[in-house]
Nanobody, 117 residues
Framework: QVQLVESGGGSVQAGGSLRLSCAASGYACMGWFRQAPGKEREGVATIARDGSTSYADSVKGRFTISRDNAKNTVYLQMNSLKPEETGVYFC???????????????WGQGTQVTVSS
C-alpha cells in the first residue's frame, strides 16, 4: 500500500520559514500542493527523480523543493511566508513533472501551515 507521510507544518508569522518533509517510495515525480479554505487545490512545487523542478510563479525565489533519493524523502523549504499561503499542504507522487494536481495519483494526509500577519 502506498504511503506518503508528511511532517513539518505549523504556525509562523509572516516572513517566517518552515520546512516540510515527505517520506515516500521512489516515485518518478514528487510534489507539494496546497489548498486554502474554500479554494481549489494548487500546485506549489514538484521535482523529478533527476532533480528537475517546477514551481508556481507565486513561490519562485522563496520556496525550494529538494529530494533525497537515498532516504526516499522530499522536502519543501518555505521562506518569506505570506498570510495568503495559509492552508493544508499535501505531498503527492506522480508519473512526471507537472503542477497539475490531477496527474498525481498518490497523496499524503496533508499538514496544516498557518501564516499569521
Amino acid at each position: 500500500q502506498v504511503q506518503l507521510v508528511e511532517s513539518g507544518g505549523g504556525s509562523v508569522q509572516a516572513g517566517g520559514s518552515l520546512r516540510l518533509s515527505c517520506a515516500a517510495s521512489g516515485y518518478a515525480c514528487m510534489g507539494w500542493f496546497r489548498q486554502a479554505p474554500g479554494k481549489e487545490r494548487e500546485g506549489v512545487a514538484t521535482i523529478a527523480r533527476d532533480g528537475s523542478t517546477s514551481y508556481a510563479d507565486s513561490v519562485k525565489g522563496r520556496f525550494t523543493i529538494s529530494r533525497d533519493n537515498a532516504k526516499n524523502t522530499v522536502y519543501l523549504q518555505m521562506n518569506s511566508l505570506k498570510p495568503e499561503e495559509t492552508g493544508v499542504y499535501f505531498c503527492a507522487a506522480g508519473p512526471y513533472l507537472t503542477l497539475d494536481y490531477g496527474v498525481f495519483h498518490y497523496w499524503g494526509q496533508g499538514t496544516q501551515v498557518t501564516v499569521s500577519s
